[in-house]
């Protein structure tokens, strides 16, 4: 007797796998200038030579988008001074990624890390996480919807 078809999240045809590899390297070839943070890019301006400068909240969100979990939020330190904040994730496995880390190329160090819960709704950086986003998409062909979206 054959059995009938269920679809859902297990059914291959119905699922697009992500994986980090690609989500990495499609992130990558997305950020720009245009999708820096203001500040960082005030700061320090942002230069092809460094591509994560001024990525980290955004790329945070996107991996969040893809994999869920945690953001996490620490102090960005240098010289005994804070300059900003920096994003990364913790998966649901509970592993940290930090996909943007090495935008420190002068000493910095992240400082009082903590978990902090998504805000619903737009972002501080709504235009610039839209557009790194459509440009993610441009390469993977599709992503979730923004968890807690719009």
Request: charged content about 25%.
């Amino acid at each position: 007797m054959e059995r009938p078809h269920v679809g859902g999240c297990c059914d291959a045809s119905d699922t697009t796998p992500w994986d980090l590899i690609t989500l990495d390297k499609a992130l990558r070839a997305s950020w720009a200038a245009d999708t820096c943070s203001p500040d960082d890019l005030e700061r320090a301006g942002w230069q092809p030579s460094n591509p994560a400068w001024g990525h980290c909240d955004i790329t945070a969100l996107i991996v969040n988008d893809v994999f869920g979990g945690d953001l996490m939020v620490g102090e960005v330190h240098l010289d005994g001074e804070q300059h900003g904040f920096h994003c990364w994730n913790r998966l649901p496995s509970g592993v940290e990624l930090d996909l943007t880390r090495e935008q420190f190329q002068r000493g910095q160090t992240i400082t009082a890390a903590r978990a902090l819960t998504r805000p619903p709704g737009r972002l501080r950086r709504w235009e610039e996480y839209l557009l790194l986003r459509e440009r993610v998409i441009q390469r993977l062909g599709h992503l979730p919807e923004p968890a807690g979206g719009e």
